[in-house]
């Protein structure tokens, strides 16, 4: 029986900064619909406590991820950048629904980065203006809570599809390891990003034959 073979698709540093994004969400959706949902407010009962979790959590949240990012593999993150960046055309025949060859990232994965990281500013833009608008009323316009709602609702959607795809569908849930582990099956990463894995698949067999001649010597 042969043996599964894996190669490696993301960083300690990319985790890290994925499970403190997906964390700091989660929390900030629970208290921020705990202060937009009345009922909640009630259920709760503690709304001082619950605004104080929430502006909190989200400055630890801008915190950690500036933190991962100086001390963290920022070369690494320099050319996930670039490969989220770029769109081909296989990238324009994957998002028509038509079989194309992906990288590391599929177009799905790499609209679903763009639009994360400007929510994330917005959320982080109308989020202040909302906090210091409580401290001075020139600032407390009402189209920073309707655009901060809007985001809230909108990124809902997101993760739904997002948790549905690594979670619950059969073909793709299997990525779900490269962000716990950071490693997943060859054959997946052949089926599923074929322009990558053959880059990746010389890394790991470099690497290996390197630590080889180390041992060696």
């Known amino acids: ?39 909640l407010s009630i259920a709760v009962s503690n709304r001082p406590l619950v605004k104080a979790i929430h502006v909190y959590t989200a400055i630890a949240w801008v915190l950690a991820l500036v933190l991962v990012v100086l001390v963290g593999d920022r070369s690494g993150l320099g050319r996930t950048f670039r490969e989220l960046d770029l769109f081909d055309g296989d990238d324009r025949r994957w998002l028509a629904a038509r079989p194309a060859p992906q990288g590391r990232f599929n177009a ?31 600032f407390r316009w009402t189209s920073t809570l309707l655009l901060h709602d809007g985001l809230t609702i909108a990124s809902v959607f997101l993760v739904t599809g997002h948790l549905y795809l690594a979670v619950i569908h059969p073909a793709t849930r299997h990525a779900l390891r ?40």
């Open 1 to 39: 029986m042969a043996s599964v073979r894996y190669v490696r698709r993301f960083s300690r540093t990319e985790r890290a900064l994925h499970w403190i994004h997906a964390s700091a969400f989660f929390v900030l959706l629970g208290t921020g619909l705990v202060l937009y949902l009345p009922s």
């Open 178 to 217: 490269g962000m716990t582990l950071g490693s997943v099956r060859e054959d997946w990463a052949t089926r599923h990003h074929a322009k990558w894995v053959s880059p990746a698949e010389r890394e790991m067999r470099s690497e290996t034959a390197a630590r080889a001649t180390e041992t060696r010597s």
């Open 108 to 138: 799905g994965q790499k609209l679903n980065a763009a639009l994360t990281g400007a929510f994330a500013v917005l959320f982080a833009a109308s989020g202040f203006l909302l906090w210091y608008g409580e401290r001075n009323t020139d």
